[in-house]
């Protein structure tokens, strides 16, 4: 059925049929891991708290949990901030080899969420690409892919891959670059602030997600267009990020 309508000076316009015009791409998606994909957000805070504790700073862990998904440099200074002391580098690297050894102690417990594996095998099978950008190192990282059935070949880029972690958009950009896909046509998808101020920048839609201990207010006011509770609810409703599942 065609539509009309008036052109200028009031002639009538008439268009049977079709409009020719670029197919939209497959929307893709690029996931962060921590409290996105796998329940880990924390057992990192308690294994930050006891790294800070080996160089001498008691620190709240509500305080540490509003800086998970940083960089684990950018977490250390700002953590650091708030007592009024500077770390000397080795400080810093000393921090985060002992958070590395504190998180190992506590991998038994990481579980992938709810319908985390479900969502990925789904986008899959409608040939949505994906992958994974997150702020941690591939040492803490890469033994996250078997919790989630997947293989070693996985698109994943870690922290150590790039420049600068989030807030910066390297681990997305990087990530956009690894599908082959420009990050405008991708979706950001992440449990923290600073994943979504990490999309923003880098020019992607940001999806938010509750597992990670962040509030449906805060992750709207950082730019979420949509917020989950967790991977389970975002494919029950993944028709609302442009997905169709059923050949339509």
């Known amino acids: 059925m065609g539509w009309a309508g008036e052109g200028w000076g009031g002639t009538p316009l008439c268009h049977t049929g079709r409009v020719d015009y670029p197919e939209a ?9 921590d409290g996105t994909l796998i329940d880990s957000v924390y057992q990192h805070v308690i294994a930050w708290h006891a790294a800070l504790a080996s160089i001498g700073i008691d620190l709240s862990v ?11 440099g950018l977490l250390a200074h700002a ?18 080899a002992a958070h590395a050894d504190e998180f190992r102690k506590r991998s038994d417990s990481v579980t992938a969420l709810p319908g985390a594996r479900e969502l990925l095998a789904t986008l899959t099978s409608v040939g949505a690409k994906w992958a994974i950008a997150t702020s941690g190192l591939a040492e803490t990282a890469r033994p996250a892919l078997e919790l989630l059935g997947l293989g070693e070949d996985t698109p994943m880029v870690t922290r150590d891959l790039v420049r600068h972690a989030k807030p910066d958009p390297d681990l997305f950009l990087a990530a956009a670059s690894l ?6 046509h991708a979706m950001v998808v992440g449990d923290s602030v600073w994943d979504l101020l990490a ?8 999806i938010g997600v509750q597992s990670g201990g962040y509030g449906r207010e805060e ?3 950082a730019g979420a267009y949509r917020v989950f509770a967790d991977p389970a609810e975002m494919l029950t409703r993944i028709d609302e990020t442009g997905v169709r ?4």
């Open 25 to 33: 791409p497959v929307p893709a998606f690029l996931f962060d891991l």
């Open 62 to 72: 509500w305080r540490i949990h509003r800086r998970i998904g940083m960089s684990g």
């Open 79 to 96: 953590l650091v901030r708030e007592t009024g002391r500077s770390l000397t580098r080795d400080e810093i690297s000393q921090m985060q």
């Open 179 to 184: 599908l082959d896909v420009e990050p405008r």
């Open 199 to 206: 999309a923003r920048r880098a020019g992607a839609l940001g």
């Open 219 to 221: 992750l709207e006011r």
């Open 245 to 248: 599942t059923d050949g339509s």
